[in-house]
């Protein structure tokens, strides 16, 4: 299969072309707010431009460069919000993940070396050699002592295929595969924390629904006891009872457990030292669900946007995709390469030389290699297989990726079609049901079990919405991580103070 570009593209731009691309084109405006140019790519400090990239399109800071970070914890997490200092907001997760992270730093640490290699590559081998031999005295066969013999030879070797810019195609390329892996690696610590902060926030709401449900239990437990002692309840009325208030308890333990494990999960995704702690702020029912929106990505032409290719370019301007099809343009240079030094290198240069004789003569001398036994094309051969790897795994890559990013907007937009199905239908007397069938059983309308069938149905449902808001979190996170939108595509928050999106 055919690599999507041709060999011109990943040539001395390749560079500067994955870091002016936007993550699955959603970052394009991030380009204008950074004043990135093609021309001004070599003067970025060391840390990644696609990283950079990357992070204005989330709105986040950008993260400390390579040189800069150290893996001293206690110092690396100082801007992390704890719970005497502000809650620890989705946005500000993001960011601490990705300033943090020990894979990210060891990452964008290999990048200036990658940029040393583009520049060892576009660097032409002029190192010419200089030959002089002098013999100051010189005697014939009888004796005779002559004059003397010198000559002063200067070559160059000539690339005659020029390989240089294969060099160049390849390091250039290679460095674009780093970069884009790099933004990769942005896009899955993203993705890891949206899934983890997400369930942390789940899990303290199941905290929150336990409690209240061992609240209700032990205020219905002194309802019935006062009943009993007044004749009006039954002691198998008071046993249900306390067996509902120890069940209650146990499950409000279980789901403490389960939050603070959660907790303890995001903060080693943050990287957070065990002497540090955090808050998360807000609730699953801050957050607004976007539609994912097909006019995402920019379009060459002004036809209507088709739901078949959205789902192609999402995935092919995925990170790793990108990544791949930098390796075909790495093994693409190689392969040239190797057919360019099928033709021998050329060496020529002048030639001075003085006989003993008193003869001067002025000229040029030349050499190669000729090609008998090694000739090149075994390399060749392997290179050019190689060249086949890659694009046949950057071609399956690409199927993996559409069919990833199919199933993810696929759960998505189903998980939130079902949750706003339940809103829609939700009743907001729900809660004014529980506290009529209460008032029911204190004034001797209804019986126990009445009660804890309310009880359970009321709480079921809000366990139900609590739910679909997790998994419509979860389709989210896995949105950003299958097709590289950035969350800010998919999900907001509205301030409940004056009710704005943020």
């Not at 990239?53 to 040189?67: D, G, M, R, V």
């Not at 088709?306 to 930098?326: C, E, H, K, T």
């Amino acid at each position: 299969p055919a690599p999507a570009r041709s060999a011109a593209t990943d040539s001395i731009a390749s560079p500067v072309e994955a870091t002016d691309r936007s993550v699955a084109g959603a970052t394009v405006h991030a380009a204008s707010a950074l004043n990135l140019h093609e021309n001004d790519w070599h003067d970025l400090t060391e840390t990644n431009r696609a990283d950079k990239f990357l992070l204005a399109a989330y709105k986040l800071p950008t993260p400390q460069s390579a040189e800069q970070t150290t893996l001293d914890s206690s110092n690396s997490i100082a801007t992390v919000p704890t719970s005497d200092a502000l809650p620890l907001t989705l946005d500000s997760a993001i960011s601490v993940s990705l300033s943090n992270n020990p894979t990210l730093i060891a990452l964008r640490a290999g990048e200036p070396v990658a940029r040393a290699a583009y520049g060892v590559a576009e660097t032409y081998p002029f190192n010419p050699f200089v030959q002089v031999q002098f013999l100051p005295v010189t005697q014939n066969k009888a004796g005779d002592t002559l004059g003397t013999n010198y000559y002063i030879w200067l070559m160059q070797t000539l690339e005659l295929a020029h390989q240089r810019s294969y060099r160049e195609q390849s390091a250039s390329s290679a460095l674009n595969q780093v970069r884009w892996n790099i933004v990769q690696a942005d896009l899955t610590a993203t993705a890891m924390t949206e899934r983890l902060y997400f369930t942390a926030l789940y899990q303290r709401s199941l905290l929150e629904l336990a409690e209240r449900t061992a609240k209700l239990n032990e205020n219905l437990v002194g309802v019935i006891e006062r009943r009993f002692k007044a004749g009006l309840s039954t002691a198998s009325e008071q046993t249900l009872a306390k067996v509902a208030v120890r069940q209650s308890l146990r499950q409000l333990e279980l789901a403490d457990a389960n939050y603070h494990t959660a907790l303890l999960a995001l903060q080693r995704q943050l990287n957070v030292p065990e002497n540090k702690t955090i808050d998360i702020a807000g609730s699953l029912k801050d957050f607004r669900w976007l539609a994912i929106d097909q006019n995402a990505l920019p379009r060459e032409d002004n036809c209507l946007p088709d739901a078949g290719d959205f789902i192609a370019n999402l995935a092919r301007q995925r990170p790793d995709v990108l990544a791949a099809q930098s390796g075909v343009g790495v093994a693409r240079g190689a392969a040239n390469l190797a057919r360019a030094n099928q033709i021998q290198n050329f060496g020529i240069g002048p030639y001075y030389g003085n006989s003993e004789s008193g003869t001067s003569s002025v000229g040029f001398r030349a050499q190669m290699n000729l090609p008998v036994w090694d000739t090149g094309k075994p390399l060749t051969a392997q290179r050019v297989a190689e060249l086949n790897v890659q694009q046949v795994t950057f071609a399956q890559l690409v199927t993996r990726a559409e069919v990833e990013a199919r199933t993810a907007i696929d759960r998505y937009d189903r998980a939130r079609g079902i949750l706003e199905r339940e809103q829609a239908a939700r009743d907001p007397k729900a809660t004014d049901d529980l506290q009529s069938i209460r008032d029911q059983f204190a004034s001797g309308q209804a019986d126990i079990l009445n009660v804890y069938a309310v009880q359970t149905s009321v709480l079921q449902e809000e366990r139900t919405q609590l739910d679909l808001l997790n998994e419509v979190a979860q389709a989210a996170a896995d949105v950003t991580l299958m097709t590289g939108l950035p969350p800010f595509r998919v999900i907001t928050t509205v301030d409940e103070s004056n009710k704005s999106v943020l």
